[in-house]
Each structure stands twice: as C-alpha cells, then as structure tokens.
C-alpha cells in the first residue's frame, strides 16, 4: 500500500484524522493516530497540519511508512469479536430513525461512542463492524453515560450537511430530559454562561464557568417537582461539551448520578433509593428544520423507564 493519498471530491471538506482511518481501514487508534500528526510524522502538499484540519480535493496526504505497515499487520489480526457483536446487535434493536442517508439510535447508558481512553471501542466501532455500516461517521457526540438520540450519517454528503447545520445553530434543536437533585421554583429560565474546559491539579479535564470561556447558552423548563428533585427539559442553544450538566449544576441543581460535577454523598443517597448509580440526563429529541424536500424532520427517544421509577420513589422523599 502506496503512504501517499490523494483527496478525492468525495473527501473534500473532512478532517484529516477521519481520512487517514478511513484510508487505514479503522486499524489505527485515534489517540495513537492523533500523536502522529501532532509530530508532525504526516504531511499535506508537504506542510504540518492538525488533525482537525480540513481537506481540499487534490491535496496530497503523505502517512509515515511504518503507520501504513502497522495497518497492514492489525488488518490481518481479527481479535475476539463477541463482545462487539453484542454490541452492535443491541444498538441495531435501538434504531429509531434510519433513511438513505442518517441512522439514529436511541444509545444506552454505559456506552461510549468511540473507542479511546482505556476503550477498544464503542458505538462507531461496533456499527462500522456489520457488513452493512462500514462507512459510518458520527454525526455528534454523547457523553458515554447519557442516553438517547444519536445521529450517525451513512453518506459523507449527509454528514457535511449536518455539520453544516450544526455550525449554523439554527438548523437543529436537541432536547434532554435531566433529574436533578434540586429545589428550584423556577418554571423556565435561561443559562447563559460561557464555559471554559481545564486540567485539574489531578491532570483530569472538566468543564468550569469561566468569563473567557466559549459563549453557551440552555434554556430550562421545569416538568415535575419532588421534594428534593426536579425533572427538567433542557433545550440546547449552543452546543459545548458537559453544556446541560455545568450549567444545572451551576443552578445548584446537580444532575442525579452526575460523578464529575454532583456531590458523592447526593449521588449515593439517590443511588440507594432508586437502585441505580446511572446518570439521570437522556438526549429525548433531535428536531432538523428543512431537512428534505422542505420538510422538517422530529425523531424522539423515549424516555427510559428508570426516570419514571426514579421519580416515583422521589415522590415523598428528602434528600440532603
């Protein structure tokens, strides 16, 4: 196999990380692949990029020769797949919405999206697996513990048109559903609070309010009140990372089973009662205006049945 790729119009517009493990067939991990171009060991048209950069048609993508070797070894490798097949199995039982050109699953709890940090693979992974998904992109991202609607594109010219939509920010309207420990009177409210993401003094990132972070905005409303909780919709107007759990948790209203951002003490008082350490933040709705044809398009994920259980058994109880 040649180390040098020539971007066809079918990859113009796509990142370079994403057309390299295409070209490698997905044998490569991405954190692996991501210090490869941080050093500079790839080139396009002879210069350093990064791996957010886009593509052009034409450009020419020179991959070291041992990457391209690495690939050639773990292609031949086919390690235990049961798990994956699982996996995918499960996720293929969530479909809620699929066309020519999108599929979108309603993710579990528990379930990353992609492999990476200690994880040999997630939902793209176990997708991309089945003779039928192979060329799967993710559209957007979850967090591995919220569950719900997710959208994947099964065709390069459905994905840059999501993203496009997604840049726009006017285009696409994501709903969740949160259970949170809280006391709030408000029945709707507006965060805005530009959010910044840091290391700890542990070497761990998160996610804080800070006057130079990134401009982010939800909108709140309150759909059931218990004693010491609250069920909220949360409706995103920007879309930064942990956006609906820093800016709830900045309301002093903590998402139940929130473990970077809620109290351990809460979370394991709410864990005994309920029966479950899971985080309460599920992604209900995915709303694209104009999506084909001049029509809108509304895909929903129902809620799951622990947030119904949940806020029974929180009917009559205080939590502090």
Same mark, same amino acid.
């Given at each position: 196999?040649?180390?040098?790729?020539?971007?066809?119009?079918?990859?113009?517009?796509?990142?370079?990380?994403?057309?390299?493990?295409?070209?490698?067939?997905?044998?490569?991990? /991405?954190?692996?692949?991501?210090? &490869?171009?941080?050093?500079?060991?790839?080139?396009?048209? $002879?210069?350093?990029?990064?791996?957010? *950069?886009?593509?052009?048609?034409?450009?020419?993508?020179?991959?070291?020769?041992?990457?391209?070797?690495?690939?050639?070894?773990?292609?031949?490798?086919?390690?235990?797949?049961?798990?994956?097949?699982?996996?995918?199995?499960?996720?293929?039982?969530?479909?809620?919405?699929?066309?020519? $050109?999108?599929? %979108?699953?309603?993710?579990? *709890?528990?379930?990353?999206?992609?492999?990476?940090?200690?994880?040999?693979? $997630?939902?793209?992974?176990?997708?991309?697996?089945?003779? /039928?998904?192979?060329?799967? =992109?993710?559209?957007?991202?979850?967090?591995? +513990?919220?569950?719900?609607?997710?959208?994947?594109?099964? /065709?390069?010219?459905?994905?840059?048109?999501?993203?496009?939509?997604?840049?726009?920010?006017?285009?696409?309207?994501?709903?969740?559903?949160?259970l949170c420990h809280s006391s709030l009177s408000k029945s709707k409210f507006l965060v805005d609070k530009p959010?910044?993401?840091?290391?700890?003094?542990?070497?761990?990132?998160?996610?804080?309010?800070?006057?130079?972070?990134k401009d982010s905005q939800t909108r709140f409303k309150c759909l059931k009140r218990m004693p010491s909780a609250?069920?909220? =919709?949360?409706?995103?107007?920007?879309?930064?990372?942990?956006?609906?759990?820093?800016?709830?948790?900045? =309301?002093?209203?903590?998402?139940?089973?929130?473990?970077?951002? $809620?109290?351990?003490?809460?979370?394991?008082?709410?864990?005994?009662? &309920?029966?479950?350490?899971?985080?309460?933040?599920?992604?209900?709705?995915?709303?694209?205006? +104009?999506?084909?044809?001049?029509?809108d398009l509304l895909v929903e994920a129902k809620l799951p049945e622990i947030f119904e259980i949940a806020a029974?058994?929180?009917? +009559? %109880?205080?939590?502090?």
């Amino acid at each position: 196999m040649s180390n040098i790729f020539v971007v066809s119009n079918s990859f113009a517009g796509v990142r370079v990380d994403n057309f390299i493990s295409n070209r490698l067939k997905r044998t490569i991990p /991405k954190p692996y692949l991501h210090k &490869i171009i941080r050093t500079g060991q790839v080139r396009v048209n $002879g210069s350093r990029v990064k791996s957010a *950069s886009r593509l052009n048609t034409s450009d020419k993508v020179r991959i070291p020769p041992f990457l391209v070797e690495q690939s050639s070894v773990r292609a031949k490798y086919v390690p235990p797949a049961k798990k994956m097949e699982d996996l995918a199995s499960m996720l293929l039982e969530n479909v809620i919405y699929e066309d020519k $050109g999108i599929l %979108v699953i309603d993710k579990p *709890s528990g379930v990353a999206v992609h492999g990476g940090s200690g994880l040999s693979y $997630g939902v793209i992974e176990a997708l991309r697996s089945t003779n /039928k998904f192979y060329d799967l =992109e993710l559209v957007h991202r979850l967090d591995k +513990d919220t569950s719900g609607c997710l959208i994947l594109a099964k /065709k390069r010219s459905s994905l840059r048109r999501l993203h496009e939509y997604l840049r726009d920010g006017d285009m696409i309207t994501k709903r969740y559903s949160a259970l949170c420990h809280s006391s709030l009177s408000k029945s709707k409210f507006l965060v805005d609070k530009p959010l910044l993401k840091i290391h700890d003094i542990s070497g761990q990132w998160k996610v804080i309010i800070a006057e130079d972070g990134k401009d982010s905005q939800t909108r709140f409303k309150c759909l059931k009140r218990m004693p010491s909780a609250r069920m909220f =919709e949360a409706e995103l107007i920007t879309g930064r990372t942990h956006q609906i759990r820093v800016h709830l948790a900045s =309301e002093d209203s903590d998402i139940i089973g929130d473990s970077r951002y $809620g109290c351990r003490k809460i979370n394991d008082q709410y864990a005994n009662i &309920i029966g479950t350490d899971r985080l309460f933040l599920h992604a209900s709705s995915i709303f694209i205006k +104009d999506y084909e044809d001049g029509k809108d398009l509304l895909v929903e994920a129902k809620l799951p049945e622990i947030f119904e259980i949940a806020a029974n058994k929180l009917s +009559d %109880v205080q939590v502090q």
